[in-house]
């Protein structure tokens, strides 16, 4: 059957309609084919190679912390940090879901946290961290669930690991996120860690290391195919501390067992190296490691014991009866008196038409300067003040290292105050009245130190009379090998009188090997030398107001030793907080200078025995000093008060 | 049956192009599915498939389309039941049921539907007496096709579905239905769009076509397959990425790039240069197979051509359009390169037909 033409030429037009449809379509294909390839090609190279290539921070890690023996104080441990990649997340909200279920964490919370990293991050290719230090068996709950989740990362970063029991917390610091000033001024990334506190800010940039990058191919569901380059991140320098691990732990071991907080400096009096830096209570550096909990960062901030704040450095307290030491030495050097003045001490004496008591109600008799020292004789020290003048005591206290900062290389150090006539006309617009000068004499009145300087005082009368300055740091290895870094310049070398040196040596060797109140520090054949010292927490009126309130009006305990007697070794301070007497700090250095000697002798070191709790207490010289006359009459009942809070305590 | 003469009028330059298309397509699957243990088992299935098909093709040739299609409403029953028994005992992948399990293959029907639907009509309307077509052919013509339509729908499998509207108005077209009626059509199904829209399609469908609009808001379904396909295209350049050196397919960036993105995939390694290849023998294909219907001895010729060259050229369109990112994403081959043993045996025994027409114009 042959098509009429009719038909053929009816199928023959409706097929040429058909082809010039066909080879239309086909053009129009070619053209977008050619717009997307050649005309903007450039564009969807750049999107394909942000789908597979990815670039990843390979944080350095820490430079490690040795003691001055060489062991590890502070290393780093791998963690897990969980983080979404922005980039090939397309549902920021749903992944955040599934990934809060499958990690078990609040999802409201891990929705703040992500916003908040996004706002603080512009940068579109830096993942939103969802969890740090994430646990082993999160980590495998993610693994499972890897293919439903390819832009959630697992990366495993080198995290700082410092040692159990909050070993020296404060010295060591914490580290934590670059802040947004570190950010600007230091060129670092938000992701970077660094130091925040302790040597770890101080000693940020040798520690920090360099970060490195590795880029590599992944697939569609984020498993790693192939890498295309790395740069491997340069570890920060190691750097050895000054502190001896064993005499530190001794510290803390010590004031664990005597069941109060405080803090110790312990240094060696010839260098200033720091043997032992101590605050109690601490922190645990390791909750910082991997990014503070908020609950925990609050509780920390909302303690009332204050365990973030180092006490060796930011606290400042009365000094109490340690102070007698610098009057001593200024008496002597300034050659007002020589060692064998004697004063009359009847329990009291007039000056400027007031009446001053001594703590001993019969009064020493007549005493000179080192059994003075040895039983703490306000009257004689009065006397010292009343010839030197304030601003004679103020001249000693800088030179001994008491007034002002120590220049410790450690952050946040508050000044010592030791007042003058001129600062009290500058601060107060009044000028001195020299009765002030009778309580400054015995540590009273507006002397405030820290824990640090007063180390800082001892070490100086230890040593004769050359102010080191403390540090802690003893070498760094800048990849060459250990560095020892040149001791800090001294502050100031004032060469004692012999016969100073003997005096104050032998009064303060009298404290604890004779009749005075360190007789808990005494060590046969160590000849440990000290004073004991009470820091009062509220003048006599002032706790009778306060009573009633939940405030912890109990003194402070001060300890400042060296020892041996003759060429010390081995200097600093026990400060016992709310630990009422001074003498109680005492078996803190005791143990720590065992432990010195132990070490240094090659004996087993000396572990703390259960307390005895038959221990008598002590008679304390140091306890509530009479300032005002008005007080006078009260003094007998607040120090029986005090009794009594103490055997409470107990 | 076979005349050696017969021989010299293949259209020999068609079959070279319809090969080299099978050839590239089996490279790019080489390339796609190439596991580290060697070439992927799909990369074999497919060569017996290109095999197979062209056994079959000649096998078409073989017999005159006459005879076929004089014959082809025992076709036309045998696949209805096949279609049938595809939704009774099929094979479920997927969610679909779509395939025969013939042991060491699986058959897909609804693949053979399109070839047996163009010989159906193109001998409905090619015995018709007069040359124009009465209102009534249109509806009986409307029933043959909506028989398997439906069956196939079932499976459910829209997008195979879909290709055989083409071979029935291709057909109607040519065999003379009137421009005016066309027209009332045309106007018909754009004012019914909204109503299909609201009753007829599934919610999922219409994410389909609302995300194409909007890619960004199923960035992770239908609308990520989309934006894929475009980086694939976009980023082969004017050259491509070289062989298996495609970043978006290798790693699985792009989805099934060895079956509905296949010629996303080869854009991307072998660049706009490899696209003008491609689209070329396609064209090329599509204009030769024109040319048979028009030089067909006769009216049930030039349908038969037209029919089956009108599925297989909506699919092709189709499919590169969307391979580009251009058009909703829809489960539909390439014919002659995608995977898939039915779809390529299909497609060549479908070629096998319009070589045949050509071969016997000549012949009474």
């Given at each position: 059957m042959v098509a009429p033409t009719e038909d053929r030429r009816r199928i023959a037009s409706r097929v040429s309609v058909l082809q010039a449809g066909v080879i239309v379509w086909f053009a129009a294909l070619a053209i977008c084919f050619w717009v997307l390839q050649v005309v903007q090609t450039d564009k969807y190279v750049e999107m394909a190679n942000s789908n597979y290539q990815r670039t990843l921070a390979l944080r350095a890690p820490r430079g490690v912390l040795l003691d001055r023996d060489g062991r590890v104080l502070v290393d780093n441990r791998d963690s897990f940090t969980i983080s979404i990649d922005?980039?090939?997340?397309?549902d920021m909200a749903e992944t955040i879901r599934v990934v809060s279920a499958v990690l078990g964490l609040n999802e409201e919370q891990v929705k703040e946290n992500v916003e908040r990293y996004i706002r603080a991050e512009p940068a579109p290719y830096r993942p939103a961290i969802v969890l740090e230090d994430a646990t082993l068996e999160q980590v495998m709950r993610l693994k499972a669930r890897k293919r439903e989740l390819p832009e959630v990362l697992v990366e495993q970063v080198p995290t700082r690991q410092y040692p159990g029991e909050a070993l020296a917390a404060h010295l060591f610091g914490y580290v934590g996120q670059a802040s947004e000033d570190e950010v600007r001024d230091g060129g670092?990334?938000?992701n970077a860690i660094v130091g925040k506190f302790g040597v770890e800010k101080v000693y940020n940039a040798l520690l920090m290391g360099e970060d490195g990058a590795k880029r590599v191919v992944v697939n569609s569901v984020g498993r790693e195919i192939d890498t295309l380059e790395q740069i491997d991140p340069t570890e920060g320098r190691r750097v050895q501390l000054t502190i001896d691990l064993d005499l530190q732990k001794a510290a803390e071991d010590g004031f664990r067992h005597a069941g109060f907080n405080g803090a110790a400096l312990i240094m060696d009096p010839r260098t200033g190296e720091v043997l032992v830096h101590a605050s109690m209570p601490a922190y645990d550096p390791n909750d910082f490691a991997a990014g503070i909990k908020r609950t925990t960062w609050d509780a920390l901030n909302k303690d009332k014991l204050r365990p973030l704040n180092n006490r060796v450095l930011q606290g400042r307290y009365s000094p109490g009866s340690t102070f007698k030491i610098v009057v001593a030495t200024a008496a002597l050097e300034e050659g007002l008196v020589d060692p064998d003045y004697r004063v009359h001490c009847s329990g009291g004496a007039n000056f400027y038409g007031r009446y001053y008591k001594c703590h001993l109600k019969g009064g020493h008799g007549s005493i000179d300067m080192r059994h003075a020292i040895e039983k703490s004789c306000n009257v004689y020290f009065y006397t010292l003040g009343e010839k030197l003048g304030v601003d004679r005591i103020y001249k000693w206290a800088e030179k001994l290292g008491l007034a002002g900062k120590t220049g410790i290389d450690l952050p946040n150090e508050i000044a010592s105050l030791v007042p003058n006539t001129e600062w009290k006309l500058k601060t107060t617009g009044q000028r001195w009245y020299p009765g002030e000068t009778i309580s400054v004499a015995i540590g009273q009145g507006q002397v405030t130190v820290t824990p640090a300087s007063l180390a800082n005082m001892i070490a100086t009368v230890a040593n004769g009379g050359t102010r080191v300055t403390p540090h802690v740091v003893k070498a760094i290895d800048e990849g060459k090998g250990w560095k020892p870094v040149p001791l800090a310049a001294v502050a100031d070398r004032v060469a004692f009188k012999p016969t100073t040196v003997a005096a104050l040596h032998d009064g303060l060797w009298m404290v604890v090997n004779a009749a005075g109140t360190g007789v808990r520090g005494k060590i046969p054949g160590r000849d440990v030398s000290g004073k004991t010292g009470t820091a009062q927490v509220i003048s006599n009126e002032g706790r009778a107001r306060a009573r009633g309130t939940d405030r912890d009006l109990r003194d402070h305990g001060w300890f400042v030793f060296f020892a041996p007697k003759d060429n010390p070794v081995i200097a600093g301070v026990i400060f016992a907080e709310h630990g009422l007497h001074g003498y109680l700090g005492a078996p803190i250095a005791k143990h720590v200078i065992e432990t010195y000697y132990a070490k240094k002798e090659g004996r087993p070191l000396p572990v703390l025995e259960n307390k005895n709790t038959n221990e008598p207490p002590l008679a304390d010289p140091d306890s509530p000093p009479v300032l005002e006359p008005v007080a006078v009459a009260d003094a007998r009942p607040v120090s029986a008060r005090s009794m009594t809070a103490r055997n409470t305590a107990r | 049956m076979f005349e050696r003469r017969l021989y010299h009028h293949v259209d020999w330059a068609m079959v070279g192009a319809i090969l080299t298309l099978c050839l590239i397509g089996l490279v790019q699957i080489y390339s796609a599915t190439y596991t580290d243990n060697g070439p992927h088992a799909n990369f074999y299935t497919q060569i017996w498939a290109i095999l197979i098909g062209f056994i079959v093709l000649t096998l078409v040739l073989a017999f005159d389309y006459r005879s076929l299609a004089d014959k082809s409403h025992f076709l036309y029953i045998a696949i209805v039941a096949a279609l049938i028994g595809v939704l009774l005992f099929g094979v479920v992948r997927g969610g679909s049921r779509r395939w025969i399990d013939l042991g060491p293959m699986n058959l897909q029907p609804s693949e053979f539907a399109k070839a047996t639907l163009a010989l159906v009509l193109a001998k409905f309307f090619g015995e018709a007496r007069r040359g124009t077509v009465a209102r009534t052919d249109f509806l009986i013509a409307t029933v043959i096709t909506a028989v398997p339509l439906l069956l196939i729908t079932q499976q459910p499998d829209l997008g195979t579905a879909v290709t055989l509207v083409p071979v029935r108005f291709a057909v109607v077209f040519v065999a003379g239905m009137s421009m005016r009626i066309f027209g009332i059509l045309a106007v018909v199904a754009i004012l019914a769009a909204p109503v299909a829209w609201k009753f007829a399609l599934q919610d999922y469908q219409k994410e389909r076509i609302s995300t194409f609009i909007n890619p960004s808001q199923d960035a992770k379904g239908a609308g990520y397959q989309q934006i894929q396909a475009r980086i694939t295209v976009g980023s082969g350049g004017p050259f491509g990425k070289g062989f298996r050196e495609g970043t978006q397919g290798q790693l699985r960036f792009l989805p099934v790039a060895h079956n509905d993105f296949i010629f996303s995939a080869c854009a991307e390694e072998h660049g706009f240069v490899g696209v003008v290849v491609a689209l070329g023998l396609y064209l090329f294909v599509i204009v030769r197979s024109l040319e048979a219907a028009r030089l067909a001895k006769d009216r049930a010729g030039s349908y038969l051509v037209l029919g089956v060259l009108a599925s297989f050229t909506f699919q092709v369109v189709y499919t590169i359009t969307m391979s580009a990112g251009l058009a909703p994403v829809k489960g539909l081959t390439l014919p002659l390169m995608s995977y898939g043993g039915s779809s390529m045996i299909a497609t060549l025994a479908g070629f096998g037909l319009i070589l045949n027409v050509r071969m016997r114009r000549f012949t009474n």
């Open positions: 922005r980039e090939t997340t397309k670092l990334s938000r | -």
